[in-house]
């Protein structure tokens, strides 16, 4: 047992720096390994945290590749450790995170995600306070209440909401938080055993039901037919439904009409990718709930080099907060540059020059030739100095390299491009709502 696992660390500690593997692997005791199951006990959670994000995989191809069998990786946090509620203690300017509620329950429900934690912009105001309106008057106004928003923009986090805020106005309701990939399993373990009653039960008298992802139903008939009864008796007996897509009701395929149709009975709500302010908020609170001390400095260096994707922002924090605490090293832009810098890579091989002055000319209409020729009508010098501002901003192009792209422009028109368009984002609400639409998009 303990032959594998040292074979495993000499294994993985070829593929990682020296540093990396006293910081990070040396640590890690071996607790169990079994046929498909290995036990490994790390320090304290945030050791745990980085360990799972950024070497589990790699434990893991070490050991299928050296015993030719596919295993589970459980880490668990040393008994005796302080840091299960206290920071490290070779960090001790860091404060640890509060400990967060109980996030399992019977109701499906994960406590967490509450209003008070939900940051509003504009890009959710609107699904935040038809939300909230469901939330303290269930099932009298709203009701189906559809949400749909790309991954990972709070969909998730708003329609937990509701379920808490529900809770805390009566905690006598009946509420089931559920996913549709969930409801599926559950349908098909209760017809294989015989238990479809349980089941129609368990769905049909609550007095609320928050489903979320309704898009992974599209396809499944026979789960289909049980959500239409399920929605129809819920309905009927006027109990509110929320549901989720990341689609609108007519765009989910594989859903068939007559759902489609009830779904949309209510109020639609959507949720757009939010602007660079939201994203600097929202990092701010999930900063707040770990008791980081986070510079308006760093919240825009990530805002503006990280997608629009919440769970990513919130990925990139964790990863930040565990490497300051474990090494003691403050958060500043330029830490969190080169402790994030895999992400950063693979992004910026998405974001390039070519790839913005196509999205650019496609969206003010006009052809990449003309974003790149020195015609100086208002109808392609904006475009080519928005463009300008995005390479700049997005890429790590110079101005020379950029002026290059744009038909071997002179650094000097790069840099009053990009300080026109900074001074007009302040005055321009228009053309700041369309630079975040370009970024966005960018980013996706």
Known sequence: ???????????????ISQKAYD?????????????????LEVPNRFFKDWISENYKNLIRDSLQHLTQQNYTI?????ENSEEKNEKPKFTERLVAPRALKQSIREDGLNPNYTFDAFVVGSCNQFAHAAALAVANMPAKNYNPLFIYGGVGLGKTHLINSIGNQILENDPSANICYTTSERFTNELINCLRYER????RNKYRNKDVLLLDDIQFLGGKERTQEEFFHTFNSLYESHRQIVITSDKLPKEIPGLEERLRSRISWGLIADIQPPDIETKVAILCKKAELFNISLSNEVGLFLASHLGTNI???EGALTRLRAYSSLTGTEITPSMAQETLKDILADRQKLISIDNIQKNVASFYNISVSDLKSSKKLKIYALPRQVAMFLCRTMT???????GEKFGGKDHSTVIYAVRQIEKRLNEDRDLKNIVETLRNQLQR
């Open 74 to 78: 459980l880490f668990q946090v040393k």
């Open 311 to 313: 769970r990513e922002l």
């Open 396 to 402: 790590n192009s110079s101005f020379p390299e950029i």
């Open 23 to 39: 910081i990070w692997l040396k640590p890690i005791k071996l607790v169990t390994l079994t046929e498909n199951l290995i036990e």
């Open 1 to 15: 047992m303990k032959e594998i696992w040292n074979k495993v660390l000499a294994d993985v500690g070829e593929k």
């Open 196 to 199: 479809m009653t349980d089941f």
